[in-house]
């Protein structure tokens, strides 16, 4: 059974850094996509970034594009968000999602939720002004 845990949400201030952590395990497949998804309130859910375990693809949103960087470590079977320069707007429940069996990402279609067929439980990140 493939498992997805998510860790290193809290509490930031406006301007501040966190690093989200995702440890896979179970998994089969060893080169599949991986994405990071937030839920704010009253939101939907939206991509945030994503990675390719296989290679070196990396996606962005528009909001995460310059701030935010995605990368992996095979070894651990880990993936990473590290956020800059946080805002307010960047408060929510954030997810990661895998898309095993399914391949590499692909640019028009990585922050579809439909595409991922493992998700998390979320950690809560809080940026306060």
């Known amino acids: 059974q493939v498992q997805l845990v998510e860790s290193g949400g809290g509490s930031v201030e406006a301007g501040g850094s966190l690093r989200l952590s995702c440890v896979v395990s179970?998994?089969?497949?060893?080169?599949?996509?991986m994405a990071w998804f937030r839920q704010s309130p009253g939101k939907a859910r939206e991509g945030v970034a994503a990675?390719?375990?296989?290679?070196?693809?990396?996606f962005y949103s528009d909001s995460a594009n310059g701030r935010f960087t995605i990368s992996r470590d095979s070894a651990k079977n880990a993936v990473y968000l590290e956020m800059n320069n946080v805002k307010p707007d960047d408060t929510g429940m954030y997810y990661c999602?895998?898309?095993?069996?399914?391949?590499?990402?692909?640019?028009?279609?990585?922050?579809?939720?439909?595409?991922?067929?493992?998700w998390g439980q979320g950690t809560q990140v809080t940026v306060s002004s």
């Open positions: 999602a895998a898309r095993i069996g399914r391949g590499m990402c692909y640019r028009g279609g990585w922050y579809g939720l439909h595409e991922y067929n493992i």
């Open positions: 179970g998994a089969w497949d060893t080169s599949y996509c």
């Open positions: 990675i390719f375990t296989g290679g070196y693809d990396k």
